[in-house]
């Protein structure tokens, strides 16, 4: 808890990669789902 009082600018820059990751992750997933209906 104290860390995050001491230093909020990393904490904010976790949370916009998390952000990232997620966004690139449900962009891989949508591909692979959008594969997989061309494959049907």
């Known amino acids: 808890m ?3 009082k ?5 904490a904010k820059d976790l ?3 998390t952000a990232d990751n ?8 949508k591909e692979m789902t959008e ?3 061309d494959g049907d």
Not at 6 to 10: F, L
Not at 22 to 29: D, G, P, R, S, V
């Open 2 to 4: 104290d860390d995050k």
């Open 6 to 10: 001491k230093e909020p600018e990393q």
């Open 15 to 17: 949370d916009e990669v």
């Open 22 to 29: 997620f966004f690139i992750a449900t962009q891989a997933l």
């Open 35 to 37: 594969d997989k209906k």
